[in-house]
């Protein structure tokens, strides 16, 4: 079982390395946090890129490298956007040139090098992409695709540096509140999953009278999951 001692020594700089004075005072923050059973965590799709990216191809004969490097994609709300705008396409689901032409624009936008994508540019995108996963009743399956088998496929309770430490901050107390919708991370700590719209639940969370890993914006396989959602 962690002790707060235990998963205090996680938090440190690398041996040898002195931390730069406000690296040092976060360091001093966190542990106090954490002692005194306050510590709440945010986790955003940089966690789950990082735990993809920490996984060996060579173990994983189901996978290969640019299978893997798009697994790490889906996790991002840009990549996750990319990838059912290309699913419309290899599905067959638009019918319609204007609907072409709209999921083409939207491509071309997501992919542009020349300019920094906007949020109003992505909101667009999960609009256009939502709205037409709806009419062809094929979002509950999209999902699936892109999340359902990630976690047994890809980690599978081997080892992994981000989510082993986050692992023995929650079980010393941290409470963790994540954007994401994949299910990583209640599937690694063996924790429930908590959603925002369960008001009694998201209240209990709150009030420290539950715990489990609270999904601001829902998980995938769940209806109230909104890709159109901000990271």
């Not at 205090?8 to 001093?28: D, F, M, N, S």
């Not at 640019?66 to 996750?80: D, F, N, Q, T």
């Not at 010393?172 to 299910?183: E, P, S, V, W």
Request: hydrophobic residues 40%; glycine residues 4%; contains cysteine.
């Amino acid at each position: 079982m962690t002790t707060a001692s235990s998963a205090l020594g996680i938090i440190q700089t690398p041996a040898g390395k002195r931390p730069a004075p406000q690296q040092a005072k976060y360091i001093k923050d966190i542990k106090a946090a954490l002692s005194s059973n306050n510590l709440t965590i945010i986790v955003g799709s940089g966690v789950s890129i990082n735990a993809i990216h920490a996984v060996n191809a060579a173990d994983m004969p189901g996978r290969s490298l640019a299978e893997l490097k798009r697994v790490a994609e889906s996790m991002s709300w840009l990549g996750l956007l990319r990838h059912g705008l290309y699913y419309l396409m290899e599905e067959d689901l638009l019918s319609n040139s204007d609907d072409k032409k709209e999921r083409e624009d939207h491509i071309n936008i997501l992919e542009s090098r020349a300019t920094p994508v906007t949020e109003d540019q992505l909101r667009a995108a999960a609009s256009f992409l939502t709205r037409k996963l709806f009419e062809a009743r094929k979002i509950d399956n999209w999902y699936a695709l892109e999340f359902e088998d990630v976690y047994q496929e890809c980690i599978g309770h081997d080892p992994n540096p981000i989510l082993d430490a986050l692992k023995e901050l929650y079980e010393c107390g941290a409470r963790i509140i994540t954007t994401n919708y994949d299910d990583l991370l209640e599937k690694h700590i063996s924790a429930q999953r908590i959603l925002i719209d369960n008001t009694v639940d998201a209240k209990l969370f709150f009030a420290k009278r539950t715990r489990g890993i609270l999904h601001v914006h829902g998980v995938w396989w769940h209806s109230a999951c909104d890709c159109q959602s901000v990271e």
